[in-house]
């Protein structure tokens, strides 16, 4: 099969899906990898690298784009690039889907077979691609949260860590999945004091088999997050819903209540974030004041750290670029349930039970269009 990587348009992506290491997997396999020339720069990695793993550079995105039978993508197509969607194209990306809905009517017009990767599934109830990239969120928004916490960066001069003789500071972190329990680790490890909230009690349970210094958790209620978030010098918004939007959790009045100088910082923003008051930004211009808070919103945390996330990235992706590749669509689909959960897009038709009803569309099983076993979806 002959398979794309083209570079992200998105502000701030140094990201690339596919790394010279999965390219050498992929060549080897007798696949043809076309590279847009450039593509890993942002990731800190050469067109010289991409060829001597067996790669073809490419001058421009519309040759990557025309060539390729699958093209490999960290986010979805701007509108741009729309223009390269077609019938015979298979993509993978980060679609974001759930608050896109100029993407996903591009998707379905052009008749392609479109991945989102966020929702490729492993059966044990993982998200296997998009893991890598909630562990380095995870880790990450902690420290981003401790710079805009000091004075210079606008906050109120705290230090998460405290000091001798004085109260280290607050953190609340809602949700506790790959994405909460990293950020709690990591600033429990800073020194600061911790509340994870979610509803799953499992989840909050092995949270606390963990055994972390400074860290309690408690189960989610709007009575709950009211009397926890007001008393927060960082609140770290770490909820998902697979391929749906996500819920407000945090009102204007919540926030309102929080101190001036205070931090918020939203990672669902790119599935509409769990704070009423986010909007999204990007890392050339991450943060906003809003009722007297800091906003960190920006879509790609990742991004921030190109060449460890593209490395992640490319590890996680390759297993199901090469399944398809290697074994064509249908049998790819067949042969795993987690790929065909994270199909959003075939042949015109929307196939995400998730995100039909999130835009009040039909949903048309992957059964129905495609000779699937009936456990393919």
């Known amino acids: 099969m002959r398979i794309g990587v083209v570079r992200e348009l998105t502000p ?44 073809r550079v490419v001058a421009g995105a519309e ?5 390729s039978e699958l093209i490999a993508k960290v986010f979805g197509p701007l509108p741009e690039e729309y223009r390269y969607l077609r019938e015979d194209l298979i993509l993978f990306a980060f679609l974001s889907l759930a608050v896109d809905a100029g993407l996903l009517e591009a998707l379905l017009a052009s008749r392609c077979a479109a991945f989102s ?3 490729i599934g492993d059966g044990r109830g993982g998200l296997p691609v998009l893991a890598p990239m909630s562990e380095i969120a995870g880790r990450l928004v902690p420290q981003i949260g401790a710079h805009y916490l000091q004075r210079p960066s606008g906050g109120r001069g705290i230090l998460l860590g405290g000091a001798a003789g004085v109260r280290p500071g607050r953190v609340v972190v809602l949700g506790a999945g790959i994405v909460g329990s990293g950020a709690a680790c990591v600033a429990s490890g800073l ?4 509340v994870v909230v979610d509803r799953d009690l ?20 709007s009575m709950g997050m009211r009397e926890v978030v007001p008393d927060a010098d960082l609140l770290i918004g770490a909820v998902l819903v697979v391929d749906s ?18 931090v918020i910082v939203d990672v669902d923003v790119d599935q509409g974030g769990c704070v009423e008051t986010s909007r999204p930004t990007t890392l050339e211009a991450p943060t906003f004041v809003d009722e007297g808070v800091t906003h960190y919103c920006v879509k790609n945390v990742p991004a921030a750290v190109p060449v460890t996330a593209a490395h992640a990235l490319s590890n996680a992706l390759v297993p199901y670029v090469a399944k398809v590749a290697g074994r064509g669509l249908v049998d790819a689909l067949n042969a795993d349930a987690g790929l065909a959960r994270g199909a959003s897009v075939v042949e015109g038709r929307l196939v995400s039970p998730s995100l039909a009803r999130e835009h009040a569309a039909e949903h048309h099983p992957l059964t129905s ?6 456990e393919a979806r």
């Open 202 to 221: 499992d989840r909050l349970r092995r949270l606390e088999a963990m055994r972390l210094g400074g860290v309690k958790t408690l189960a989610a209620s």
């Open 12 to 55: 701030g992506e140094g990201r690339v899906a596919l790394t010279p290491h999965a390219v050498h997997e992929l060549v080897r396999a007798g696949h043809r990898v076309h590279v847009e020339a450039g593509a890993g720069e942002g990731a800190a990695v050469s067109d010289e690298e991409y060829r001597r793993a067996g790669a």
């Open 191 to 194: 020194g600061a004091e911790v």
């Open 117 to 119: 990767m966020e929702a």
């Open 63 to 67: 040759g990557v784009w025309r060539d």
């Open 369 to 374: 269009i495609l000779p699937l076993h009936a």
């Open 245 to 262: 939007r996500t819920p407000h959790l945090i009102d204007r009045e919540t926030v309102r209540a929080m101190r001036d100088g205070g």
